[in-house]
């Protein structure tokens, strides 16, 4: 009953928080336009930008819409192929999306269920874990994903690359994100696994795992939340980074990161418009998530009001 009523107050407080704050309005609305845009994009896309026969070479670099010699079928313009820029947007943030979701979903299933055990259990596999997570925090995230890339590129069979290629993708980036969910889980663990509502938990007999996931995970969950938001930003940005290198994403199916590289390698042609606009939509898309993340980080911390 107490905890119900703590919930309630701390979710209270949060909306009131987040209601008296502009910025954070702000941002949320970008990013909930950006995901909307990103899901409806089959409905909202002129055209079918990973289908083949509903782009034309003919219809290669033009213009936007507004500028001299554009077409008003292609409101920002198309790429080198012909795709309708806009179109490839909408798809290709629907795609970054989709794999930073995923990939941040399974780093926290597996970071947070480490950390747990790590700060419950303690001794051997506590050490284990961490000397572990202190390896990996000495690479940055993107060499980290890189190499788990590269080696299930050369363990799949060649024909199976693109088929594969976005579970490739999204555990790579997972496995390179789990660390900051493991080490906040067990540090928030220490602090709650000898407080006395776990204390009674285990008098009672109740079992280690149950304890866990049903005593201490729910009142950790406050700063896993903000590792959340944060790491969603790294993720999607991770993707375009591997994208943009072209050892992301299948090429019959560009995100967000493949369009910047495209568009890059005709910059300074005067081709300007088809980096331009996936550019801006990715540093939209990351800056409103990093807003929400300082928000959160900021409004369960009372420290740090």
């Not at 909306?15 to 994009?41: D, E, K, Q, R």
């Not at 568009?263 to 088809?274: A, R």
Request: proline share 5%; net charge negative.
């Amino acid at each position: 009953m107490w905890a119900k009523i703590k919930r309630a107050s701390v979710e209270n407080e949060l909306l009131y928080l987040f209601l008296h704050s502009p910025v954070a309005m702000v941002a949320t609305l970008i990013a909930v336009l950006c995901i909307a845009g990103a899901l409806l994009a089959p409905w909202l896309a002129p055209s079918n930008p990973y289908d083949l026969a509903s782009f034309d070479l003919m219809d290669s670099m033009v213009p936007p819409a507004w500028a001299d010699n554009g077409d008003e079928r292609f409101a920002l313009g198309t790429d080198d192929q012909g795709r309708d820029l806009l179109s490839a947007i909408l798809y290709g943030t629907r795609l970054s999306l989709m794999v930073g979701v995923f990939s941040v979903a399974f780093a926290a299933v597996l970071g947070v269920s480490i950390g747990l055990m790590a700060g419950y259990i303690g001794g051997r596999f506590d050490t284990i874990m961490m000397r572990i997570a202190d390896i990996q925090l000495s690479l940055p995230a993107i060499l980290t994903a890189l190499l788990i890339d590269g080696v299930a590129r050369g363990i799949l069979p060649q024909q199976r690359h693109d088929e594969l290629m976005l579970i490739v993708l999204t555990v790579a980036i997972g496995l390179s994100l789990w660390v900051n969910f493991a080490r906040t889980a067990r540090a928030s663990t220490f602090v709650e696994r000898n407080k006395e509502y776990v204390q009674a938990a285990e008098i009672m007999g109740m079992h280690p795992l149950r304890i866990m996931l049903v005593q201490i995970l729910p009142n950790i969950m406050g700063p896993i939340l903000v590792i959340l938001t944060v790491d969603l930003a790294v993720a999607i940005l991770l993707e375009a980074t591997l994208s943009y290198l072209g050892v992301g994403v299948p090429p019959n199916q560009p995100s967000l990161g493949t369009l910047i590289r495209i568009g890059t390698e005709y910059l300074f042609s005067g081709d300007w418009w088809i980096v331009l606009f996936p550019s801006a939509t990715l540093i939209t898309l990351i800056i409103s998530v990093n807003v929400l993340g300082d928000f959160l980080r900021d409004a369960l911390n009372p420290r740090l009001r």
